[in-house]
């Protein structure tokens, strides 16, 4: 197996808002998300455990690269002093492209009110055709922008 097919990538992304709050919103209450980012997340919905549990499961419909798709995630990791949580796609098309999928979130608190996401995607690919999950980045990227501009104006 070429050492090629495994890959990480990384982004960071300041956000107007607390590190709990936007860490609570993405672990605990992520089905808020379609009221936030209606363009991005389509819907989330629990279908094994309690919200933000480790070893839940959740399923999410959203709209990337102007398609509707689907992914189960599963949460692997929580720790709610760091503000981070991982998921890992258990099923879904992403699965179709690659071995494994998992996506790393935390938040660091950056003065009183802002924060930095520190987003993480660990992935090994099916075969060396398959791109880098640049744009997939990018989309988290753009969805914590939603969720800190939401944040951002919450008491």
């Given at each position: 197996?070429?050492?090629e097919?495994?890959?990480?990538l990384?982004t960071e ?9 936007y860490?609570?919103l993405?672990?605990?209450r ?5 009221n ?5 997340i389509q ?6 455990g ?7 499961v ?8 102007g398609?509707t ?8 990791a929580?720790d709610?002093?760091?503000n ?10 992403l699965l179709e492209?690659?071995n ?14 802002n924060?930095l996401?520190?987003l993480?995607?660990?992935?090994e690919k ?10 997939l980045l990018q989309?988290?990227?753009?969805l ?8 951002s104006t919450?008491?």
């Amino acid at each position: 197996m070429s050492s090629e097919l495994f890959g990480k990538l990384e982004t960071e992304v300041e956000i107007n808002a607390p590190a709990a709050k936007y860490h609570e919103l993405f672990t605990r209450r992520p089905h808020h998300l379609s009221n936030i980012s209606p363009d991005k997340i389509q819907s989330c919905e629990l279908l094994e455990g309690q919200w933000g549990d480790l070893g839940s499961v959740i399923y999410w419909n959203y709209c990337y690269d102007g398609k509707t798709t689907v992914a189960t995630d599963l949460i692997e990791a929580v720790d709610d002093e760091k503000n981070s949580v991982t998921f890992k796609v258990i099923d879904g098309p992403l699965l179709e492209h690659y071995n494994s999928f998992r996506l790393i979130v935390e938040a660091t608190p950056k003065g009183d009110r802002n924060s930095l996401v520190h987003l993480i995607v660990e992935y090994e690919k099916l075969h060396d055709q398959v791109p880098d999950p640049h744009s997939l980045l990018q989309f988290v990227a753009d969805l914590s922008k939603d969720m800190g501009a939401h944040l951002s104006t919450q008491p």
